[in-house]
């Protein structure tokens, strides 16, 4: 089990990572950031990424799936962007949000990795 800076610490220790965040998505605030840099304005990705996940979920419910999204990845030229909502009944509303550097970053180690965070994650 872990809390919010230990899990924004691990997040940071993945291969590539540039910066990270949990996000609430009802509010789209960064509840935490580590990382990040006048290119990557943590702030800014949150609330921009707040907007997909409310996308991608009325979406599914339009289509009515009955499914739970585990991650969204954006592939960018020079990076990778993952977005992963919380699974716990006690964090739903939250995600994870990691970027990366595509040049350094193994994309399926790092999905593995956000997803243990995520099993551990206490808020």
Known sequence: MSDMDTALKE??????????????YESGMALGTAGGSKALDLEIAAAGNTEIVRAKQRTLAQLGLQQDIEDILISLSGQYHIIRPLSSRQSHGLFLYLALDRNRANLALARHRLKNIDDQLQI
């Open 11 to 24: 997040m940071m220790a993945v291969d590539g990572a540039l910066g990270a965040a949990i996000v609430d």
